[in-house]
Nanobody
Framework: VQLQASGGGLVQPGGSLRLSCAAS????????MGWFRQAPGKEREFVAA????????YYADAVKGRFTISKDLAKNTVSLQMFSLKPEDTAVYYC????????????????????WGQGTQVTVSS
């Protein structure tokens, strides 16, 4: 499985961006995908995840209510819609995938995921 992340860029505080992660290779009837981010000098942190079947979504407290994760089953793509962006959202965003449906307690752990994309830069600045 190869993951290709796209959609990053420069946006002003309060603006919006939509990140996409396209998965190529086998299509999993059950699995999970997540978004993580890493800011300069900081550790990688969980942002959001979705698992299927069921399309259950999970969010970090810092982004809850501002970000929405969704999965396009037909295109095998996961998107992260980001609203009300703040300077502290500035980071490289990585998508990750697991080839089986993760348990709820594991969705926030980077060690849960088997495959990783290359990252896309999001910069929130005026």
């Amino acid at each position: 499985v190869q993951l290709q992340a796209s959609g990053g860029g420069l946006v002003q505080p309060g603006g919006s961006l939509r990140l996409s992660c396209a998965a190529s290779g086998p299509t999993f009837t059950s699995g999970g995908m997540g978004w993580f981010r890493q800011a300069p000098g900081k550790e990688r942190e969980f942002v959001a995840a979705i698992r299927w079947p069921g399309l259950n979504a999970y969010y970090a407290d810092a982004v809850k209510g501002r970000f929405t994760i969704s999965k396009d089953l037909a295109k095998n793509t996961v998107s992260l819609q980001m609203f009300s962006l703040k300077p502290e959202d500035t980071a490289v965003y990585y998508c990750a995938a697991k080839s089986s449906r993760p348990i709820v307690s594991a969705v926030r752990g980077s060690e849960t995921y088997d495959f990783w994309g290359q990252g896309t830069q999001v910069t929130v600045s005026s």
